[in-house]
């Protein structure tokens, strides 16, 4: 079975015996003074899956690794990946605020901030395993760094994004009230005029009803006064609020005797 480290590399036999066909989880191994560290790199958006880096420092504190350069030197440019990474997220946090925008920098920082978490967890076992090495710690405290950049961003826009869905929500609520206000000023003038409207409906219909030459025009100046005031009393018992009932407490009284 092929091995997924360089056959060059003169590792314990464990560790080819440790790793299948796939790098798998990040994590440390270490046996008989080796050290191997298997870290993913920046996870691609919309890909779920995980190219991986292998590093390995022999007994003597000679490093190797995957990818161009010795062991140290990846991981610095692994890290240096991170970190263009976050300053894109940050100047896509600086664009004109919307939901589409935070939506984005939260979907893309989880599986970051799960990513980041996972090699900082590594780096600390392989810390905790070979406290004398300092490129070790050193990239235990960037990778430290870059999990607390990743979870501001995550948080700011997850903060952005609630902000966002509490405006609209204010938004749409301020809405229904102005509708509400609108159809109660709709209703007012129909009350107001409802009645004028019944009355001259009545009076326009092409029957005699022996008041189209009584006092004119003083006649027509009475109904029209008489509907607006019958509108004006509806309007006032539409705006009227319901009076709240007091509370009533039992009064005892004595009987009187009986004569």
């Given at each position: 079975?092929?091995?997924?480290?360089?056959?060059?590399?003169?590792?314990?036999?464990?560790?080819?015996?440790?790793?299948?066909?796939?790098?798998?989880?990040?994590?440390?191994?270490?046996?008989?003074?080796?050290?191997?560290?298997?870290?993913?790199?920046?996870?691609?958006?919309?890909?779920?899956?995980?190219?991986?880096?292998?590093?390995?420092?022999?007994?003597k504190g000679e490093?190797?690794?995957?990818?161009?350069?010795?062991?140290?030197?990846?991981?610095?440019?692994?890290?240096?990946?991170?970190?263009?990474?976050?300053?894109?997220?940050?100047d896509q946090m600086?664009?004109?605020?919307?939901?589409?925008?935070?939506?984005?920098?939260?979907?893309?920082?989880?599986?970051?901030?799960?990513?980041?978490?996972?090699?900082?967890?590594?780096?600390?076992?392989?810390?905790?395993?070979?406290?004398?090495?300092?490129?070790?710690?050193?990239?235990?405290?960037?990778?430290?760094?870059?999990?607390?950049?990743?979870?501001?961003?995550?948080?700011?826009?997850?903060?952005?994004?609630?902000?966002?869905?509490?405006?609209?929500?204010?938004?749409?609520?301020?809405?229904?009230?102005?509708?509400?206000?609108?159809?109660?000023?709709?209703?007012?003038?129909?009350?107001?005029?409802?009645?004028?409207?019944?009355?001259?409906?009545?009076?326009?219909?092409?029957?005699?009803?022996?008041?189209?030459?009584?006092?004119?025009?003083?006649?027509?100046?009475?109904?029209?006064?008489?509907?607006?005031?019958?509108?004006?009393?509806?309007?006032?018992?539409?705006?009227?609020?319901?009076?709240?009932?007091?509370?009533?407490?039992?009064?005892?009284?004595?009987?009187?005797?009986?004569?």
């Amino acid at each position: 079975m092929a091995s997924l480290l360089p056959h060059q590399w003169e590792v314990p036999e464990i560790f080819r015996t440790r790793l299948g066909d796939r790098a798998g989880r990040q994590r440390m191994m270490s046996a008989e003074g080796h050290l191997l560290i298997i870290l993913h790199k920046v996870p691609e958006p919309g890909n779920p899956e995980r190219d991986s880096i292998f590093f390995w420092r022999s007994p003597k504190g000679e490093w190797r690794s995957t990818e161009r350069g010795a062991g140290a030197a990846a991981l610095n440019d692994l890290f240096e990946d991170w970190r263009k990474v976050a300053d894109q997220l940050e100047d896509q946090m600086q664009e004109t605020p919307s939901a589409q925008n935070f939506f984005t920098v939260v979907q893309r920082t989880t599986a970051l901030l799960r990513s980041i978490r996972n090699t900082h967890r590594a780096l600390q076992e392989a810390r905790d395993e070979f406290p004398e090495e300092r490129s070790v710690l050193l990239a235990r405290d960037t990778a430290g760094e870059l999990e607390r950049t990743i979870e501001l961003l995550h948080t700011d826009a997850q903060h952005g994004m609630e902000y966002m869905i509490a405006k609209q929500s204010e938004e749409q609520s301020l809405q229904a009230h102005q509708l509400v206000v609108t159809g109660h000023r709709l209703n007012l003038l129909v009350a107001l005029f409802l009645p004028l409207t019944a009355i001259g409906s009545m009076f326009g219909m092409n029957l005699i009803h022996g008041l189209e030459e009584w006092r004119a025009p003083w006649t027509f100046w009475v109904v029209l006064i008489l509907g607006l005031a019958v509108g004006a009393v509806l309007m006032v018992m539409l705006t009227a609020k319901p009076k709240s009932r007091p509370a009533t407490t039992a009064v005892t009284q004595k009987t009187r005797t009986k004569k």
